[in-house]
């Protein structure tokens, strides 16, 4: 298994909590591109792309991206990071990259919950439920393209860590 395990996937779909528990379950090191560009720069995603538009979030994203990345050490990504193709590349060149999958409908009821507008700022104006569906549209190729193992987000996070770990163990044994 390659040292480095990079979480993608849509908002809401548990990058940061399923990966937070998979780095506690792997005795692994935890980081998080939001987080580390929140602690970096002082500025919320909100901020970012009021002054710089998301251009210059992504920018920043592909930097930290590959600032942040060391062995033993488990990444959860921003939404977006499948976007660009030398984020995909750099991630399926460093390590191993998990794609946690749900329907748009899951993601959207998880972030009703929980919505965090400074780190989620609307992606494109509309319903989240809408937005949820048309970011699936626009990015599943994406997510799958760079994805080693494709998982069901959906399950209770501890029951998705352990299909992670029962994933991995898998791909060391082939
Ligand atoms: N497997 C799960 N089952 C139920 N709720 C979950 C699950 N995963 C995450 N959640 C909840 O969904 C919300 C969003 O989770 P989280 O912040 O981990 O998503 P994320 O993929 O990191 O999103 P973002 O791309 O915005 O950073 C949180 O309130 C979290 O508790
Ligand atoms: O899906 C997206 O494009 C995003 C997801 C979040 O993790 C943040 O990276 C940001 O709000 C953009
Ligand atoms: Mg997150």
Redesign the pocket.
Known sequence: MTQTIF?V????????????ALAKALGYKFV?T?LALLCTSGLSVADIVEREGWEGFRRRETETLKAICSPFTVV?????VVLSRENRDFMGQNGTVIY?R?PAS??AN??E??P?ED??PTLTGKPITEEMTEVLNEREALYQEAAHHVVD?????Q??VNLIMDALALSMAR
């Open positions: 979480m996937g849509a908002r809401g779909a548990g990058k940061t909590t399923v990966g937070n998080d939001d959860a990504t921003g939404g977006g946690l749900s899951t993601l998880r972030l919950d929980a965090l780190q989620r987000g959906t399950q209770e996070p029951r998705v």
